[in-house]
């Protein structure tokens, strides 16, 4: 047997006054939406349990037959390998948003002004310099994935997934600096290290020509970069192994 599993992340999406109060679903022309459903299988489940509302993550592991809560190995590891980054065993890996803070360091904009690839890049290029010297033997490695967003690695010896967020999610905050979120060296030493980082990232990003430009227009300059999400390589079995079953993947983000 043969199936095409169509996921819509995020397709209900709130409902909005720029469409009368409609949900972007509920004003779309969904004609080919509506014929899939008549010709396939259509259900309701609770992805995670029920109320739960699920990351984009956790849900796929869920959707593919996966406990989240014994294989999830944390956002960044998935963001990482999406850029084409291989992690190697003991890498930790951040999912970040280049941002926009104030003179106070205020977060006003979590995407600064989705900002383009094409400004991203070049950022992003300037912070591959960047080199970690207040923990012994660790390694940053930095690429840009699109628009806004980008992939920090940390590899070396003795670092760990439990350090804090830094992006929490909201404008009107202070950057916060990240924290161990266990009493181990590891995490210690992985918070040391993310914070050497984002301080040089914020001395690179606030003189780099690109955010000069920006302001000069009078756009929001991408000056800070807010890491979350801390992961490290997946230990999952194959799917062909767990389900027997063969299969090829089409996604965009």
């Not at 509302?53 to 956790?58: A, F, I, L």
């Amino acid at each position: 047997m043969k199936a095409v599993l169509v996921v819509c992340d995020g397709l209900g999406d709130r409902p909005t006054k720029t469409l009368n109060g409609l949900t972007p679903l509920q004003a779309a022309n969904a004609e080919t939406f509506d014929r899939i459903a008549s010709e396939g299988e259509c259900g309701i489940m609770d992805v995670i349990a029920p109320g739960q509302p699920p990351g984009s993550d956790t849900a796929h592991l869920a959707l593919f037959g996966y406990d989240p809560f014994k294989c999830y190995p944390g956002r960044g590891a998935f963001e990482a390998l999406g850029v084409g980054v291989e992690l190697q065993p003991g890498d930790v890996a951040f999912r970040c948003n280049f941002a926009t803070i104030d003179s106070d360091g205020v977060v006003i904009d979590r995407r600064a002004g989705r900002i383009s690839s094409e400004e991203a890049r070049k950022l992003s290029e300037a912070l591959k310099e960047i080199r970690i010297e207040s923990v012994g033997g660790v390694e940053a490695i930095f690429h840009h994935s699109s628009e806004h967003r980008g992939v920090l690695v940390l590899r070396g010896e003795k670092l760990s997934r439990c350090v804090s967020d830094v992006d929490l999610h909201r404008v009107g905050v202070k950057v916060p600096d990240p924290k161990p979120l266990e009493d181990s060296i590891e995490a210690e030493r992985t918070a040391k290290a993310l914070k050497e980082f984002l301080e040089k990232a914020r001395r690179i990003l606030a003189d780099h020509p690109v955010n000069r430009a920006r302001i000069e227009k009078g756009l929001k300059p991408a000056n800070v970069l807010l890491p979350r999400g801390a992961g490290t390589l997946p230990e999952i079995e194959p799917i062909s192994k767990v389900w027997g079953i063969r299969g090829a993947a089409i996604a965009g983000g």
